[in-house]
């Protein structure tokens, strides 16, 4: 449940930052994001 909570509170901060960073750098940030996030699932497997 925590670690659903702070999951949530990473997305919304991600999304804020991505926001104000405009949607060219939106792109690659969210490939980049993707990548680092597919890692991090796998390691929680």
Do not use: C, D, K
């Not at 670690?3 to 997305?11: E, K, S």
């Amino acid at each position: 449940m925590r670690a659903n909570r702070l999951m949530w509170f990473a997305a919304g901060a991600v999304t804020m930052a991505m926001y104000l960073q405009g949607p060219h750098a939106l792109m690659e940030r969210g490939y980049a994001l993707a990548g680092s996030l597919a890692l991090w699932a796998n390691s929680l497997i």
